[in-house]
Nanobody, 115 residues
């Protein structure tokens, strides 16, 4: 059973940066995409960023130009570099891996941006 574990969340001041990591417990085959989502209290889960099996990336409008998604296949790890954070970025951040046959989710990591 594959497990995804996010890390790197925490408390940061507005304008600051954080890098989130998501590590898989073992190699995942037939990946179609690796994604980041977030969910703030009272809100629906929001798409943040995706990186496909070919390396193409795409971002949600709210984070374009501030966040960067990347991956290290050798380390089975997905990253999200977040810059110019604001209070509106406060949420639980989840990583997601979609394969040909199923979707895996991490447990989430809290990011809190203070003003």
């Amino acid at each position: 059973q594959v497990q995804l574990v996010e890390s790197g969340g925490g408390l940061v001041q507005a304008g600051g940066s954080l890098r989130l990591s998501c590590t898989a417990s073992k190699r995942i085959l037939s990946i179609r995409s690796m994604n980041w989502y977030r969910q703030a209290p009272g809100n629906q889960r929001e798409f943040i960023a995706t990186i496909t099996s070919t390396g193409s990336t795409n971002y949600g409008d709210s984070v374009k130009g501030r966040f960067t998604i990347s991956r290290d296949n050798a380390e089975n790890t997905l990253y999200l570099q977040m810059t110019r954070l604001s209070s509106e970025d406060t949420a639980v951040y989840y990583c997601n891996v979609v394969t040909l046959i199923r979707s895996y989710w991490g447990q989430g990591t809290q990011v809190t941006v203070s003003t």
